[in-house]
């Protein structure tokens, strides 16, 4: 069992930067890959971004590639996602999420574990 706990949302200007976090709860969160998501009102769950338990690749949808950055720091079970040059269209809540079914899930489906959500929006 993994819990997750996000934090770091808020509101910025279009240009802008935000960290979110994902504390996770649990001994064995170096065993799953971490992935964001987002969901904007209305749309779908929408990947974002995702690290296999080492932290040493990362995988981006194409609109956050080159903007975002995911990383880990395993030893206090914490993935971050630094969030660079926001745009308006970034606006969403987003969420955290943990599998074991693969080290660049992206598909929602195939993630077991997720937070609450935080809220990021950005004002043009």
């Known amino acids: 069992q993994v819990q997750l706990v996000e934090s770091g949302g808020g509101l910025v200007q279009a240009g802008g930067s935000l960290r979110l976090s994902c504390e996770a709860s649990g001994r064995t969160f170096t065993s799953y890959t971490m992935g964001w998501f987002r969901q904007a009102p209305g749309k779908e769950h929408e990947f974002v971004a995702v690290t296999p338990w080492s932290g040493s690749t990362t995988y981006y949808a194409g609109s956050v590639k080159g903007r975002f950055t995911i990383s880990r720091d395993n030893a206090k079970n914490t993935v971050y996602l630094q969030m660079n040059n926001l745009k308006p269209e970034d606006t969403a809540v987003y969420y955290c999420?943990?599998?074991?079914?693969?080290?660049?899930?992206?598909?929602?489906?195939?993630?077991?574990?997720w937070g609450q959500g935080t809220q990021v929006t950005v004002s043009s």
């Open positions: 999420a943990a599998t074991r079914r693969g080290d660049y899930a992206e598909l929602r489906d195939l993630y077991d574990y």
